[in-house]
């Protein structure tokens, strides 16, 4: 007796089946396009490289991703990571790099 098994998409970890993917539009035809490759330009700047998911339309293109902006900051900021560290040192090391701060 065989038994039916899932077919894995390459995901290697729980609820990634479940993730969001961003939808690229194909220009001429107006299908869903594949993201076949990411080219990172800047820190901020990204070349999609994509294909038309049409098997008639075919058309492969290039779309730019750019940063836009902030809309809750990140908690992550250096401020925080350095409250965060500063605040799990012991009392001497804390007086230790307060005394390496005066000298530099």
Do not use: W
């Amino acid at each position: 007796m065989s038994r039916n098994r899932l077919k894995s998409r390459g995901y290697h970890f729980p609820g990634a089946n479940k993730m969001r993917v961003p939808t690229v539009i194909c220009p001429e035809c107006g299908a869903n396009s594949v993201i076949k490759k990411t080219a990172r330009k800047h820190r901020k700047i990204s070349d999609l490289y994509c294909a038309c998911s049409d098997f008639e339309c075919g058309h492969t293109f290039v779309m730019n991703m750019t940063f836009s902006h902030t809309i809750s900051p990140s908690a992550k900021s250096q401020g925080s990571l350095l409250r965060g560290l500063v605040d799990s040192l012991k009392s001497d090391d804390k007086q230790m790099l307060l005394s390496l701060l005066q000298q530099a």
